[in-house]
């Protein structure tokens, strides 16, 4: 007898997987497209409720294939509503997924990895070490499912218009699973996001922006977070391996076919550390050197992390020195801090958290 096949998660395949997949099967492409439109326009599950989707192709479904999320173990709600989910990944390992509402957007911070082997000093996710990249489910996954724990109506107005992949790990370690779930991001046929509204962040790891630019072009943001290749080596390890030179030039290369007209170099600003005039100077030569935004990011303290946030004159004045050099700055604002949401506070551990989160967790809405 012939060994079941074991079932396949479609949410693993972007529309040109799904596709061949389905062709393997002796299916049509528009019958991979029909599917594709159920699961991420509007979030099904259930190949039964694919009503359009022909019997007998519904039954070979159900035989050989799931639609499958991370599974959310805690749902937590900001002061500020900011909305941290905590996912449970397998083989105790958990990532998080934040949604930021806002009056004109609402963004979903993503995860790519569960932990991160790059450990940038100031990072929370980096002092847990790498335990596993996501698979490209498990990424677009949490898309999916923020919609459908948020009520998006696929009809309706977009309750998530914007994604960053600025959650645990580093996307572009994990290459292939993140331009799947990126093209997915981006098909009409499954969530129809503007590439300018979709933000890939990387520490810098330079082939792979080359591999970006040619295989999904997004908008790019950059973590410099030092301006010279003695502190970035301190504080951004990778640095040692991609210097600023050339991190600047595969930054200049993204730019030909980026569908923004400039990088956005994210910069944490910590006390004593990064955020002298100086510093701020040598920023002004790096953008001369490329079109960029700068982002500063107060630091998120966590515990044992040894470094301080800048007081918020320091970031003014900062800011401000750019600013003198006509270089965009702005400076992002903390949210969801006190559900451990923000930028560099992701650990996604389920014993470490404080009873101060406990208090404020929701029941899991049923999905
Ligand atoms: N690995 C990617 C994306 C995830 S981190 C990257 O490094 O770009 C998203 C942003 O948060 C990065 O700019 C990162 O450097 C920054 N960050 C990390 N720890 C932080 C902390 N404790 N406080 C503020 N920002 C932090
Ligand atoms: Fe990894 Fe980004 Fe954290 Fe650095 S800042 S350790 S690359 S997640």
């Not at 805690?74 to 390992?93: H, I, Q």
């Not at 370690?173 to 993140?178: H, I, M």
């Not at 520490?203 to 003695?230: F, T, Y």
Request: glycine share 6%.
């Amino acid at each position: 007898m012939a060994a079941p096949e074991i079932m396949q998660n479609l949410l693993d395949f972007d529309a040109a997987a799904l596709t061949e997949w389905f062709a393997e099967r002796g299916e049509k492409p528009f019958r991979a497209r029909q599917v594709l439109r159920w699961m991420h326009r509007f979030g099904e599950a259930d190949f039964d409720a694919m009503t359009d989707v022909a019997k007998s192709l519904r039954l070979m479904l159900k035989e050989s294939a799931c639609v499958v999320a991370p599974t959310p173990v805690r749902d937590t709600v900001s002061t500020d509503g900011t909305r941290k989910w905590l996912l449970d990944v397998g083989n105790a390992n958990a990532v998080e997924t934040v949604f930021i509402p806002e009056t004109t957007r609402g963004t979903l911070c993503i995860s790519s990895q569960a932990g991160c082997a790059l450990d940038c000093a100031f990072c929370s996710t980096g002092k847990q070490g790498f335990n596993r990249n996501l698979s490209a489910g498990e990424i677009i996954g949490q898309l999916w499912l923020a919609n459908r724990l948020l009520g998006a109506d696929p009809d309706g107005e977009r309750i998530i218009s914007n994604v960053v992949m600025m959650g645990m790990g580093e996307p572009l370690a994990n290459f292939d699973n993140v331009v799947s779930a990126l093209r997915l991001m981006l098909d009409d046929n499954a969530y129809g996001l503007s590439r300018r509204r979709v933000t890939v962040s990387t520490s810098g790891i330079v082939p792979a922006m080359d591999r970006l630019r040619e295989a999904c072009p997004v908008a790019l943001a950059v973590s410099l977070h030092a301006p010279n290749d003695a502190l970035r080596d301190e504080l951004v390890p990778i640095n040692k391996k991609y210097p600023l030179k050339a991190l600047l030039g595969a930054c200049e290369r993204y730019l030909v076919s980026a569908p923004r007209d400039f990088i956005t170099f994210e910069y944490v600003m910590l006390d004593g550390i990064n955020d002298h005039d100086e510093h701020a100077r040598q920023l002004i030569d790096i953008a001369r050197q490329v079109s960029c935004k700068f982002n500063l990011i107060p630091f998120n303290p966590f515990p044992g992390s040894g470094f301080e946030r800048s007081p918020s004159s320091r970031i003014k004045r900062f800011s401000q020195i750019l600013q003198d050099a006509d270089i965009v700055t702005t400076t992002r604002k903390t949210r969801g801090e006190d559900v451990d949401a923000a930028c560099g506070q992701l650990a996604g551990q389920v014993k470490d958290k404080t009873r101060r989160t406990q208090r404020r967790v929701m029941p899991i809405t049923q999905v």
